[in-house]
């Protein structure tokens, strides 16, 4: 990622293309490159960008198509503990867009500290709560922003929803009926059937296209 740096310093006009568990370091990375007073854009490629993370710094500036003006392009999909170690690494001081930012990348990607942490996650919080993080507004945005949409979904998702291979598999099915019936959209339907995991034998999760012959759409595997 030093190489990253490096190259910005070197460009005029900065690309962000930002991946959709990347949210929240692609904010950070953007309001750093504004601090060099460079010209800098975040493009978000994929149709439907989960309104929750609204809260971010900037969210407003994110455009749906590239910058042909841009003349470096970066591909965000680093985590948050990552970007922060590089700022770090180079001394770079962060200021409260860019700690709220990244802490609330790290509550998402933690799923509010309960998945893969240890001691340096909470040393890494400390310094970004001191830094001016606006840590309660990252907490309800990310853990508590259950819209009624996500609930319809949920509702039909579970219902449909049968166990396979002795209870090991959960498998969900899809349409774009039930999505337009609803109001809500692909990343709600990923979150939903995550949900699954929950259940005691359950170590795989599948999500299936019934519009098209149930072609697969999504297999996630439970974390050891």
């Keep these: 990622m030093n190489e990253i740096f490096q190259n910005i310093q070197n ?23 504004l601090t060099l007073h460079k010209k800098v854009s975040m493009v978000y490629r994929a149709e439907n960008i989960d309104k929750k993370f ?12 590239d910058i042909p003006s841009a003349d470096l392009s970066i591909i965000c999909d680093f985590s948050a503990k990552s970007l922060y170690e590089v700022f770090q690494i180079n001394a770079i001081k962060l200021n409260k867009k860019m700690a709220t930012a990244l802490y609330g990348a790290l509550i998402y990607e933690t799923q509010g500290f309960k998945k893969g942490v240890d001691g340096t996650t909470f040393a890494m919080a400390e310094v970004l709560i001191a830094c001016g993080a606006a840590h309660t507004l990252c907490v309800d945005a990310i853990l508590q922003n259950t819209s009624l ?6 509702s039909i998702m579970f219902r449909n929803m049968f166990l396979q291979n002795c209870a090991k598999a959960a498998v969900f099915t899809i349409c774009e009926e039930e999505l337009k019936a609803t109001g809500a959209n692909m990343e709600d339907a990923y979150k939903i059937m995550q949900e699954a995991f ?7 999760v599948v999500l299936l296209d019934s519009d098209h012959e149930y072609e697969i759409i999504k297999v996630k595997y439970k974390e050891k």
């Design 54 to 65: 609204s809260f971010l710094p900037w969210f407003e500036k994110i455009k749906s198509s």
């Design 198 to 204: 929950k259940l005691e034998y359950v170590e795989m």
């Design 149 to 154: 949409a996500f609930l319809r979904l949920q």
């Design 11 to 33: 460009a005029k006009h900065i690309e962000i293309i930002v991946q959709a568990d990347f949210m929240g370091s692609a904010s950070a990375l953007y309001t750093y490159i």
